[in-house]
């Protein structure tokens, strides 16, 4: 049985680009959430979806978005990156109805803006 | 959501039990306590989570004090693997969606 899993592992950008980052959730879940986590920091909440649609957004700005799609895999988008997006970012799939606190992480994307 | 602290570090032999304390003094009486912990390089792992009753699973036990206001993750045989971050997340309703807010957990590090 598959986890979590995200890609790319690792990528560069520039200050201004666009990126996007992708998570296939566990098998038999429904939700995926993102964090971010900065170095020396706890994962910090971005959003969360759910039927394909944002259902709960932590303090970010507009330019993090989302998308689910109908197998339930999932995409972070950041535009007019800065340095300060320099972090990790995780997703986490978990089944809704069923403790969904109970969230299984996947290894996470490192990004680094330069 | 109520705030919770941890202290920043501890150590533990290995072999031995590693009490890990939590406070979560303004925790209300429908909210969860919930442990999480993050091995380096990786992402975090649910560990176990608990209302008042004291729990256990094949990974650790959560002990819940009577006011709830306080609890202690217990891995009973640290191993070298347990080495990790710990977080404590506390004050989450039954019909919170899922949204896990982290602070910034105890580190504990298991010594040979």
């Known amino acids: 049985d598959a986890g979590v899993t995200q890609s790319p592992t690792h990528l560069i950008k520039t200050r201004g680009q666009q990126v996007t980052l992708r998570c296939s959730p566990k098998?038999?879940?429904?939700?995926v959430s993102w964090y971010q986590q900065a170095l020396g920091q706890g994962p910090q909440f971005i959003f969360q979806?759910?039927?394909?649609?944002?259902?709960q957004r932590g303090n970010f700005p507009d330019r993090f978005s989302g998308h689910q799609f109908p197998n339930y895999s999932s995409e972070l988008n950041v535009n007019a990156l800065l340095l300060g997006d320099s972090a990790l970012y995780l997703c986490?799939?978990?089944?809704?109805?069923?403790?969904?606190?109970?969230?299984?992480f996947g290894p996470g994307t490192r990004l680094t803006v330069t | 959501d109520a705030k919770t602290t941890q202290p920043p570090s501890m150590d533990c032999a290995e072999g031995r039990a590693a009490n890990l304390p939590c406070n979560h003094s303004?925790?209300?009486?429908?909210?969860?306590v919930y442990w999480y912990r993050q091995i380096h390089s990786q992402g975090p792992q649910y560990i176990i989570h608990?209302?008042?009753n004291n729990e256990t699973n094949e990974m650790a036990s959560l002990i819940i004090t009577e006011d709830r206001k306080s609890s202690t993750l217990i891995l009973p045989h640290a191993t070298l693997r347990d080495t990790a971050v710990y977080y404590c997340?506390?004050?989450?309703?039954?019909?919170?969606?899922?949204?896990?807010?982290f602070g910034q957990g105890t580190t504990l590090q298991v010594k040979p």
């Open positions: 986490a799939s978990s089944l809704v109805g069923t403790a969904p606190y109970e969230q299984y």
């Open positions: 098998s038999g879940h429904d939700t």
């Open positions: 979806y759910y039927e394909e649609e944002e259902r």
């Open positions: 303004t925790i209300s009486g429908n909210e969860y």
């Open positions: 608990g209302l008042k």
């Open positions: 997340i506390g004050g989450l309703p039954p019909s919170n969606t899922g949204k896990l807010i």
